[in-house]
């Protein structure tokens, strides 16, 4: 290489401009970790009906979200229990400030006391049959303390659970290691800690896994460390680009970082290959230069297509989702510029020359002969080959319309988690947590007497729950007197439906504190509050479906009273319908731009379409197997479809690459696929290896998200192997065309072939 090389030149300048800049990017990591939140509501964007109509009732009702304490022997005679409510519902001194983390806080016992004094003074049995399931529990004894979430609490979601538990350490006989606790305020801060709290030893376990095979492959310390160092800053330049465009990171968008990382060593290790090829021909300084000019075009079709697979997933309305594709494949793209400039650098100036590599020829190569086998057999195989994975493809297709999708609760923990444990207890002995809000907008309301609107809501709520999946319901109609019936005749009768109106009347205010009621605009805004079980996994769809039909029977005479439907529950299920959509959306994108730019490298319309099976094949072959097992798709499983597509394409390139090489050499397709094979053959198994392996450690993540997409991804990126080794060269040897070779062209391409006489 002449002396007037860029890496000669600028490679110094290249080297300190990478080390200036890293404690900027540290700095980026950094705040981006610090700043990690998750927030399941949040997953929908505003324009959703579902998400507006969730925002409408918080603005009048205030947030559902609450937070549900219990322990063993916490029964309605327990003094422990008012202690509790007290000590959670006091002020906490932060940094000289008084802070409430929560709001309004609610006991069994004291509910149950409302019931029955005056001026209700319900029977003791119906007022703990109207509390069952919400405060009380169904042997009529445990209890609970419900706390909802204050608006300082909503900003700091971990300090207030926190604060939740230090005050069992304020109550006699109490502490925090008894408490059982459950509900919206817990959820996203116990994602936070699944996420975090593994994630450093799982990145030290991924380093060792990818170091360990670079070291087995390169068996070069310095060739290595170069590659792993790229990587390193790759990822963490991935979480400063989130951070300093100010997106706040959550749990999902830590995968795209761990992807970068694995994605950069995957192109590191190609690049290396191509230097350690040229160094039995060339000097390490001239290897350099042949070696970008070899990986240029492969590394940068290879980087583009992982982007445009990742972009697909922008086309999702689900926040994490779009955020995932588009800082993923912002990162991609920035690895690649520093893998084209600061690793040529680095090898320049820190030249890489183990004899081993030196003295090394592909006769030697220890898979020579499987090479030499695979192309000699393909010219015979292709067909069947090629055959077989039509058909694999026409059945995955099939098992892919079977796909279910589901974004609860017990999707983002393993079984054993302690949060699903404290959630199944208190659902066992207490009562359910996933809120559905049923608001019953009454227009007139002076037209209808007070007695009959509350009969009314009475009505309502007994018929909701009655509906199959709901276990708990609460109105004002619960802490009202209770209604006599409407048809009941006499003086007295008028008399007894007089002061129960006159009650009901003076309690109206009460109704607005305890957020039942709300008037707007002259119309009344009654709540009704439906709980279901998250350990029964519902089809939340179906569920809907009968809420609706109950209420709308219900509702029949009264034409003036409006329902609105809102809560976690049509937010989760409009989050599942949103899943299956995207996935179809984001993958037909995917295949449909990177199948354009696989006809423009081939030339050929028809072979560019096949040339899509066997990057295709290993997702819909996971897909559609889980459609026909049932096995239900969620965030994580969502996010490997369209990835593993862009990542799938990497290898395909390459190979594509040197078999086009092969064919302007003037050799024939059987020699040419040789050919692909001795050159990228071993750097496609190291890569493949390192990619999934490398992931394959996250699958060890307590948050179900990560580790489905590891485990996944480590099995699509295996299977999309053996396709790129198997079908891509059969179908190559089905399709292509061998071009005339001109003389130019002939010479180029040996000039670029290490031909092997």
Request: with cysteine; glycine share 6%.
């Amino acid at each position: 290489m002449s002396q007037s090389s860029w890496q000669d030149r600028f490679g110094w300048f290249i080297l300190v401009f990478f080390l200036a800049v890293t404690p900027v990017v540290m700095m980026g990591t950094k705040g981006a970790w610090d700043g990690i939140k998750n927030r399941v509501e949040d997953w929908l964007p505003e324009t959703f009906e579902e998400t507006q109509r969730l925002m409408w009732f918080y603005e009048r009702f205030g947030t559902d979200e609450l937070l549900m304490v219990s322990w063993e022997g916490c029964t309605l005679e327990d003094p422990r229990v008012g202690q509790y409510a007290e000590a959670i519902a006091a002020a906490d001194n932060v940094d000289g400030q008084e802070v409430h983390w929560f709001g309004e806080v609610v006991t069994g016992p004291d509910a149950l006391e409302s019931l029955t004094a005056e001026p209700l003074e319900l029977p003791k049995s119906l007022a703990v049959d109207r509390l069952t399931h919400w405060l009380i529990g169904e042997d009529g004894e445990q209890t609970c303390v419900v706390a909802v979430v204050s608006p300082q609490g909503e900003e700091n979601r971990s300090a207030a659970i926190e604060f939740a538990y230090e005050a069992a350490d304020k109550v006699e006989g109490l502490s925090r290691e008894d408490l059982i606790v459950a509900g919206t305020t817990l959820d996203g801060v116990a994602i936070d800690k699944a996420s975090k709290d593994s994630l450093a030893a799982l990145n030290l376990g991924s380093f060792a896994v990818c170091i360990l095979i670079m070291a087995i492959g390169f068996r070069s310390f310095r060739a290595t460390m170069i590659v792993f160092v790229l990587a390193i800053f790759c990822e963490q330049l991935s979480m400063a680009i989130m951070y300093f465009s100010g997106q706040q990171m959550d749990s999902v968008l830590t995968l795209a970082s761990n992807l970068t990382y694995v994605l950069s060593i995957s192109s590191g290790v190609h690049l290396m290959n191509y230097y350690r090829e040229s160094l039995a021909e060339r000097s390490p300084k001239e290897s350099v230069g042949w070696a970008l000019r070899s990986a240029l075009v492969p590394c940068l079709l290879s980087a583009g297509t992982t982007a445009v697979g990742m972009l697909s997933l922008t086309v999702s309305q689900i926040r994490p989702v779009t955020n995932f594709g588009a800082y993923a494949a912002a990162s991609i793209l920035a690895a690649a510029v520093v893998l084209l400039i600061w690793v040529p650098a680095a090898m320049y100036k820190f030249p890489i020359d183990p004899a081993a590599w030196r003295h090394e020829t592909k006769a030697a190569s220890r898979l020579h002969p499987l090479w030499e086998m695979l192309s000699r057999n393909m010219s015979v195989a292709k067909w069947p080959i090629f055959l077989a994975s039509l058909a694999v493809l026409c059945v995955s297709v099939f098992g892919v319309q079977k796909i279910s999708t589901s974004a609860q609760l017990h999707d983002l923990f393993w079984s054993d988690a302690p949060i699903l444990r404290d959630y199944d207890w208190l659902e066992e002995n207490v009562g359910p947590l996933i809120p559905i809000e049923i608001v019953l907008k009454i227009d007139q309301p002076e037209e209808i007497q007070t007695d009959e609107r509350f009969r009314i809501i009475d009505h309502l709520q007994q018929s909701i729950q009655q509906v199959d999946g709901v276990s708990a319901t609460m109105s004002a109609a619960t802490f009202a007197p209770v209604i006599p019936p409407k048809d009941e005749k006499g003086f007295r009768a008028v008399m007894r439906r007089a002061s129960i109106r006159k009650i009901l009347e003076g309690r109206l205010p009460r109704y607005v504190e305890m957020n039942y009621l709300r008037n707007e605009d002259g119309d009344e805004l009654w709540r009704i509050s439906a709980r279901v079980r998250a350990a029964d996994r519902l089809n939340y769809g179906a569920l809907m479906n009968r809420l609706r039909a109950s209420v709308d029977q219900s509702l029949t005479d009264y034409p003036t009273i409006e329902p609105i439907y809102s809560g976690s529950v049509p937010l989760i299920f409009k989050a599942q319908s949103e899943m299956l959509s995207d996935l179809i959306k984001s993958f037909g994108l995917a295949f449909v731009m990177i199948a354009v730019i696989m006809m423009i490298l081939l030339r050929n319309v028809v072979t560019g379409l096949f040339s899509m099976i066997p990057n295709v094949l290993p997702t819909l072959l996971a897909f559609g197997t889980m459609g026909y097992l049932g096995v239900q798709v969620e965030i994580g499983s969502l996010l490997t479809a369209s990835a593993a597509l862009g990542i799938a394409v990497d290898d395909s390139l390459h190979f594509i690459s040197w078999f086009n090489k092969g064919l302007r050499a003037g050799k024939s397709k059987i020699e040419a696929t040789r050919l692909a094979y001795e050159h990228c053959g071993l750097a496609m198994i190291q890569t493949s290896l390192i990619c999934s392996l490398g992931l394959l450690v996250f699958a060890l993540s307590p948050f179900t998200p990560v580790s489905r997409f590891a485990f996944l991804m480590c099995g699509l990126l295996l299977t999309a192997l053996l396709c790129d080794l198997l079908i891509l060269p059969a179908i190559l040897l089905c399709f292509t065309k061998k071009p005339k070779p001109t003389t130019e062209s002939t010479e180029a391409g040996l000039g670029d072939v290490h031909a092997e006489e």
